[in-house]
């Protein structure tokens, strides 16, 4: 199997108040782990791409002092929003990258995502 | 720049009643293209992965095929439960530096009435 799971399921905080997300690979070792962003009725946004022991690439236009990735493991990365606004509401959603799994090389499998409120 | 678009953006069917979702891409060498199933508020499920063109998968009553500009997705009497949107997305051979991530289409949102 690939399966991964994310903790919390959905998460609501005040302003300026800083949320941390978990995702984790429960049956296999993820060579690489994704952070994603999908607002209503729009398709997945690539946020930031984690390799373990080693600092995230950011994509184009994510401030990487505020969304804080850490990949302490082959099985666990972590997503910390910090000071989150109301623009920071969203769904976010991590995928997890197995070499030789069912789907073949490279292929990501995600998580269940979290939804963040954000008053 | 990779790009993916998916069409058409809804589709109503009715329970049995057979059809196909379109997934045209421009990238720079393909490395794989994706299909997933994601259903309201979960995050997107693996369906198949295509690696070159005349390949075709099955599962079920889905079937994906590929050819060099587009991969369709068949859909063989549909029943109620296959509604969710589908989406398509591409790994393109030199992202590997970004560790071969994807680009994603926005999806087509299916809806199959009893």
């Known amino acids: 199997g690939a399966v991964v799971s994310q903790h919390p399921s959905w998460v609501i905080c005040k302003s300026g108040t800083s949320v941390k997300i978990e995702c984790r690979s429960l049956?296999?070792?993820?060579?690489?782990m994704f952070w994603y962003r999908q607002f209503p009725k729009q398709s997945l946004m690539l946020m930031a791409t984690?390799?373990?022991?080693?600092?995230?690439?950011?994509e184009q236009g994510v401030e990487k002092d505020k969304f804080l990735i850490n990949h302490a493991s082959l099985t666990l990365s972590t997503l910390t929003v910090t000071s989150a606004h109301p623009e920071d509401s969203s769904f976010y959603i991590c995928?997890?990258?197995?070499?030789?799994?069912?789907?073949?090389?490279?292929?990501?499998?995600f998580g269940p995502g979290t939804r963040l409120t954000v008053l | 720049e990779d790009q993916v678009t998916q069409s058409p953006e809804a589709l109503r069917l009715q329970e049995g009643e057979s059809s196909s979702l379109n997934c045209s891409y421009t990238?720079?060498?393909?490395?794989?293209l994706f299909w997933y199933r994601q259903d309201p508020g979960k995050g997107p499920e693996f369906l198949f992965t295509?690696?070159?063109a005349g390949e075709e998968k099955e599962k079920e009553r889905l079937k994906a095929t590929l050819t060099k500009k587009e991969s369709f997705l068949h859909i063989t009497a549909p029943k109620p439960e296959d509604s969710a949107t589908y989406l398509c997305?591409?790994?393109?051979?030199?992202?590997?530096?970004?560790?071969?991530?994807?680009?994603f289409g926005k999806g087509t949102l299916l809806t199959v009435n009893p």
């Open positions: 995928s997890a990258s197995r070499a030789g799994g069912p789907g073949g090389t490279d292929t990501q499998y």
């Open positions: 049956d296999f070792q993820a060579t690489t």
């Open positions: 984690s390799n373990e022991g080693s600092k995230a690439t950011y």
């Open positions: 990238v720079s060498g393909l490395r794989g």
């Open positions: 295509l690696y070159s």
């Open positions: 997305a591409v790994q393109a051979r030199n992202s590997g530096g970004s560790n071969y991530k994807l680009t």
